[in-house]
């Protein structure tokens, strides 16, 4: 990844959101559609159990800002879970 120059990578897993940064890049794992969605309570802002999906939004600049909404709960994102990386 280093070598690469990879900034940000982005994954699936079946049930739940989690955000973190290793060694300078920034992981977003995406789910919760194929499997029951339950587990330790939700920790905003990296963690969380429950059905969601995640908008990207790439500028000019190369900034990349993340929001993660939950559609069975509110039409809005959620907050405590926005993210951005420079990449």
């Not at 990844?1 to 982005?10: F, N, P, R």
């Not at 049930?15 to 905003?44: A, L």
Request: aromatic share 14%; net charge negative; hydrophobic share 40%.
């Amino acid at each position: 990844m280093h070598a690469c120059g990879v900034k940000l990578v982005c994954c699936a897993h079946v049930i739940c959101y989690d955000r973190n940064v290793f060694e300078g890049i920034t992981f977003i794992v995406s789910g919760g559609g194929g499997w029951g969605v339950f587990g330790p309570p939700s920790t905003p802002p990296n963690r969380g159990h429950f059905y969601h999906f995640v908008e990207f939004e790439v500028g000019a600049s190369g900034a990349v800002a993340g929001r993660v909404y939950r559609p069975l709960e509110d039409i809005n994102p959620d907050h405590a879970y926005d993210f951005s990386v420079q990449l």
